[in-house]
């Protein structure tokens, strides 16, 4: 076997290895950072997100949820979502939870456009990249709930 030869292999390998592993992957960092951000949120001015989450979650419950108590309702939502990524169970939940949350996490896209945009809707500001950013955790939620519910295949590698 040449250096050519070995090196496919080894790529094949690598590549069998991440088929088989990917999703378990995906699914264990998204819970380490819904835990880890979750978390954060039990203790007021620790989270970069909260000013604009406590504003967004008073607007959309027309101010029935206070700032002190939509934190902590926040936290352990996102805590529960990271419990169910890392454990494994309840990945449907889980991936409800995630949905509803993600629909919050954009709101203020439309809510404080002024805040999220520098030209609205073109040029985001780093607020708004950070909340455009997780369309890539709704993705992996895609790819994690699909694959519990064993609809995910993995093309076979032809060469």
């Not at 835990?35 to 039990?42: A, E, I, L, V």
């Not at 895609?142 to 093309?155: D, N, S, Y």
Request: glycine share 8%; hydrophobic share 55%.
């Amino acid at each position: 076997m040449n250096t050519h030869q070995k090196l496919k292999s080894l790529e094949k390998c690598i590549y069998s290895w991440m088929a088989r592993n990917g999703v378990t992957a995906l699914r264990l960092s998204m819970g380490i950072v819904f835990f880890w951000f979750g978390f954060q949120k039990f203790f007021p001015g620790v989270s970069s997100a909260q000013d604009i989450a406590t504003r967004t979650i008073e607007v959309l419950s027309f101010g029935i949820v206070p700032p002190a108590l939509s934190m902590p309702l926040l936290a352990a939502w996102e805590v529960l979502i990271g419990l169910g990524f890392l454990t494994g169970k309840f990945i449907k939940a889980t991936v409800v939870l995630l949905f509803l949350q993600m629909a919050g996490t954009f709101a203020p896209l439309v809510v404080f456009p002024a805040e999220t945009f520098s030209v609205v809707p073109i040029v985001p500001t780093i607020v708004g990249q950070y909340i455009i950013k997780n369309i890539v955790l709704i993705a992996a939620g895609f790819i994690i709930l699909a694959h519990h519910q064993g609809m995910l295949t993995v093309k076979d590698q032809k060469d």
